[in-house]
């Protein structure tokens, strides 16, 4: 009973957020799709597509080079695709079981610490934007300065996470230190928690690494950033940095929120939040957020459409099923010592 409330949460969050956005205004927003320029779609597409090529680069980076770029790439939108359309982020484990099958193989538990390294520089990236986002803002100086502390940290985090990679056995010694003298601190194995997190980063220990994920991670997030900023062309005369920035965080930010595969319903609802926050439109109850409901449903429709199309293509390249894909990551999420002995 439990399982089938926890599934059926997902589809209830989205058709309220649908339902709060739309509600019986669905005619607004086809006015505003009959109204737009689809000619900006193209140069937004293909945006998206250079940031995946990007973060194909980052990805092999932090593979060592030991994936070539095409692997990397199809490998790579393939687990795009199956996020978007399975739960429970199937995409991770289908890229850590794909690479052991290349010629020259790669241990799953290897590929797994490079997605795990991903998620930290883009939460990172997601975090500076924040800080970005309200300096570029009309709001108080007092947020403004916040927003440059977030910014500093953000940016300070990258060079700390390299750091802790090159250099493990100071931050051992600081837990250890720290347990010795807060007698309660043991209970929750702090020491065991910082071995794992920092074997996950190992990578990054490498200067030539950190610099190459830092750099390439920095070039998909300003390909994004492009990508949200001609897209807003497509219903509005004179789009903003700070609303471009401020839909890109709210937008990415959602997909934590849970809901059904595709993430329908938050995503746009984020969108919506982002332009309005960006100043773009004056409210987000229906009819006034048509033209924002209408560019978050497009940019919903492009992006799964380049994913699934990607992903499609990465599966044929690969040689791969969806079929044999859930089944070897059925495997992973049940038996977790198979990522050891993998590596």
Do not use: C
């Amino acid at each position: 009973m439990k399982r089938w409330l926890t599934l059926l949460i997902g589809p209830m969050i989205s058709v309220v957020i649908i339902y709060v956005l739309i509600g019986d205004d669905i005619d607004a927003v086809h006015v505003e799709l009959m109204r737009a320029r689809y000619i900006y779609l193209l140069p937004t597409a293909l945006l998206l597509i250079f940031s995946l090529m990007t973060r194909a680069m980052r990805w092999r980076v932090l593979l060592d080079e030991r994936i070539s770029w095409w692997h990397a790439f199809h490998i790579l939108n393939v687990g795009y695709f199956l996020s978007g359309v399975l739960p429970l982020r199937v995409g991770d484990l289908a890229r850590a079981w794909m690479v052991t099958r290349l010629d020259t193989p790669i241990p799953a538990f290897k590929a797994i610490s490079t997605i795990i390294i991903e998620r930290l520089l883009d939460v990172l990236a997601l975090v500076a934007m924040i800080g970005l986002m309200l300096v570029l803002l009309d709001v108080p100086s007092q947020l403004t300065t916040l927003g440059v502390i977030v910014g500093v940290a953000a940016l300070s985090g990258g060079l700390l996470l390299a750091w802790a990679a090159m250099r493990p056995e100071w931050l051992l010694k600081a837990v250890a230190w720290l347990e010795g003298r807060f007698m309660r601190l043991k209970s929750f194995d702090l020491e065991t928690r910082l071995v794992h997190f920092l074997d996950g980063i190992k990578p990054m220990g490498n200067p030539a690494i950190a610099f190459g994920a830092l750099f390439w991670s920095g070039m998909s997030w300003l390909l994004s950033l492009a990508a949200g900023y001609v897209l807003l062309f497509f219903l509005f005369d004179e789009p903003t940095f700070a609303a471009t920035v401020s839909l890109i965080v709210l937008a990415t930010s959602s997909v934590a929120l849970p809901a059904v595969p595709g993430n329908l319903g938050p995503f746009e609802g984020a969108v919506v939040g982002g332009l309005l926050i960006g100043g773009m439109i004056n409210s987000a109850t229906p009819p006034e957020n048509a033209p924002a409901v209408a560019t978050g449903v497009v940019l919903h429709a492009l992006t799964l459409g380049i994913y699934t199309t990607l992903g499609i293509i990465g599966l044929m390249v690969e040689h791969a099923s969806v079929k044999q894909i859930t089944s070897a990551t059925r495997d992973f999420s049940s038996e977790p010592a198979m990522l050891e002995s993998a590596s």
